[in-house]
């Protein structure tokens, strides 16, 4: 880890949960996204919430340039791609040890029907996919 990656990521190592190893791990790891949802807002916080935290390689598919390019002004180690070299659509990404796929949680039931809850929502939702990943890479 550089000098610069040490202090951008000092509040990750400080924590006893994560530390240097596990801030290594989540920035040699690999984050896979794709956007399913005909709103993918909380998908694209999540892709900024991990890349901010400073995941290595963050492939969010079916995305545009436009939505990639937002997701990498968050990452400055962060490398945001739609697809990994030579992966085709009839070929299917075969999963490393090191690849997690992030996976988004539905509206809970007991969430307030309000209107104008849609960007809470989205943030709770793409925060915690995030966390989850941050989780199971930074354990590894």
């Known amino acids: 880890m550089r000098d610069d990656q040490a202090q951008r990521y000092a509040r990750h ?10 801030q290594t791990a989540i920035m040699v790891s690999t984050a ?18 991990l890349a901010a935290a400073g995941v290595g390689t963050l492939i969010v598919t079916q995305s545009t340039a436009a939505q990639r390019a937002e997701v990498a002004t968050h990452a400055p180690d962060t490398r945001v791609i739609a697809e990994p070299d030579g992966a085709t ?10 690849e997690y796929e992030v996976v988004l949680a539905p509206r809970p039931v007991w969430w307030p029907s309000a209107p104008g809850d849609e960007v ?9 996919a995030a966390t989850a990943f941050l989780v199971a890479a930074s354990a590894r």
Not at 89 to 98: F, H, I, N, S, V
Not at 120 to 128: P, Q, V
């Open 13 to 22: 190592i400080q924590l006893p949960e994560i530390g240097g190893l596990g």
């Open 32 to 49: 896979k996204l794709t956007l399913r949802e005909p709103d993918p807002r909380a998908e694209l916080i999540a892709a900024q919430f």
């Open 89 to 98: 659509a009839k070929e299917p990404l075969t999963l490393r040890t090191t």
């Open 120 to 128: 809470a929502l989205a943030y709770w939702r793409g925060g915690l």
